[in-house]
């Protein structure tokens, strides 16, 4: 019965990562594939080389298909999340993946966020403009 149940999970050709920066957020599916990438319902006709980083270190650049919804933060964040979710993805296609991809720091959350703005000041930091007379 055990069996069945392992064999059972093999068949799952999809590999799920979510990934975090600042405040985007990407659900990122990857499975066997030709290298096509889907993100927010639109193919890449040139992915960016940010998000495609883990597939380059492993050496599986062309092995898989990667479908992502991405939504929040910027254009920097977004591709930072998407490249998280990859890399969290291949882990769980792989565990022996994992020491590899910890030596890059492509497991590691970026944790630097927005900081908030303080009651008496313009900004997170900025005080009002001070007058001597």
């Known amino acids: ?6 064999t059972a999970g093999t068949k799952n ?11 985007a957020i990407a659900k990122v599916w ?10 927010n319902d639109r193919e890449q006709a040139t992915p960016s080389r940010i998000y495609l980083e ?4 492993v050496g599986k650049e062309k092995d898989f298909d990667i479908k992502a919804k991405v939504y929040g933060g910027g254009q920097s964040s977004q591709p930072g999340a998407i490249r998280l979710g ?33 009651p ?6 900025r005080a009002p403009q001070w007058a001597k007379r």
């Open 1 to 6: 019965m055990a069996a069945e149940k392992k």
């Open 13 to 23: 050709k999809n590999w799920y990562g979510l990934g975090r920066r600042k405040t």
């Open 30 to 39: 990857i499975s066997e594939g030709n290298g096509k990438v889907i993100i």
């Open 54 to 57: 883990p597939l380059k270190v």
């Open 86 to 118: 990859i890399a969290r993805a291949l882990e769980k296609f792989d565990p022996e993946l994992h020491k590899t991809l910890k030596v890059e720091g492509f497991l590691m959350r970026d944790p630097r966020m927005k900081e908030r703005k303080k």
């Open 120 to 125: 008496g000041l313009k900004g997170a930091r």
